[in-house]
């Protein structure tokens, strides 16, 4: 069982940027990769990134692709997001989940994701 705490989120202004953390506990860190999602009042959870299992390997929704930036601490079991240039549609609450990846491959499908956290609120003043 792991547990995942994001931390980070908060008001910005557009243009802004902001960190965001997800600390892990429970499970062996290593062997999970790590994703960022988020959800929009009204709207379904998309996904944002996903990073692999040594961080070696990473992917961006498209809207986000040059703007994030996502990391990972197998050391201190963190995954992090970093978000530049950000837009009032940016504003959502951010998870993080963990997942076992599928065999030979560097993540799970986006519905195998077993481990969520509570999210973090991520909110852009325009």
């Known amino acids: 069982q792991v547990q995942l705490v994001e931390s980070g989120g908060g008001l910005v202004q557009a243009g802004g940027s902001l960190r965001l953390s997800c600390a892990a506990s429970?499970?062996?860190?290593?062997?999970?990769?790590m994703a960022w999602f988020r959800q929009a009042p009204g709207e379904e959870r998309e996904f944002v990134a996903k990073?692999?299992?040594?961080?070696?390997?990473?992917d961006y929704a498209d809207s986000m692709k040059g703007r994030v930036t996502g990391s990972r601490d197998n050391a201190n079991n963190a995954v992090y997001l970093q978000m530049n240039s950000l837009k009032p549609e940016d504003t959502a609450t951010y998870y993080c989940?963990?997942?076992?990846?599928?065999?030979?491959?560097?993540?799970?499908?986006?519905?195998?994701?077993?481990?969520w956290g509570q999210g973090t609120q991520v909110t852009v003043s325009s």
């Open positions: 989940a963990a997942g076992r990846p599928v065999f030979g491959g560097y993540w799970p499908p986006t519905s195998r994701y077993a481990y």
């Open positions: 429970g499970g062996s860190f290593s062997s999970y990769a």
């Open positions: 990073i692999s299992k040594n961080g070696g390997i990473t």
